[in-house]
Nanobody, 125 residues
Framework: QVQLVESGGGSVEVGGSMRLSCTASESTSGFNCMGWFRQASEKQREGVAAVCSHGGSTYYADSVKGRFAISQDNAKNTVYLQMNSLKPEDTAMYYC??????????????????WGQGTLVTVST
């Protein structure tokens, strides 16, 4: 089973930027979609962003559109999440995952086939 390792979390002030990385133990070019979920305290886990192999389409949650950008480096088996103009409501544990696009587009998280251990992002005022 593919292993996913996230890095890049930490604390940042409101309006700041942060980049998360997720490196897979096998080639990312074989994944249907790869991306990020997040879960804030006492809230449900939500899809944040994903990049899919079919046409290189990307998904972004409405709450992060225009602020976050997902990119993929297949040579490094890594997906990145560049987060700009961070807000306190972006504070959450961020998880990398692979699976079918329905997990992000339709909330079908049961279709995901691999998860990382998570990295904490804290946005402070």
């Amino acid at each position: 089973q593919v292993q996913l390792v996230e890095s890049g979390g930490g604390s940042v002030e409101v309006g700041g930027s942060m980049r998360l990385s997720c490196t897979a133990s096998e080639s990312t070019s074989g994944f249907n979609c790869m991306g990020w979920f997040r879960q804030a305290s006492e809230k449900q886990r939500e899809g944040v962003a994903a990049v899919c192999s079919h046409g290189g389409s990307t998904y972004y949650a409405d709450s992060v559109k225009g602020r976050f950008a997902i990119s993929q480096d297949n040579a490094k088996n890594t997906v990145y999440l560049q987060m700009n103009s961070l807000k306190p409501e972006d504070t959450a544990m961020y998880y990398c995952a692979t699976g079918y696009g329905g997990a992000w587009y339709r909330g079908e998280q049961e279709s995901l086939n691999a998860w990382g251990q998570g990295t904490l992002v804290t946005v402070s005022t």
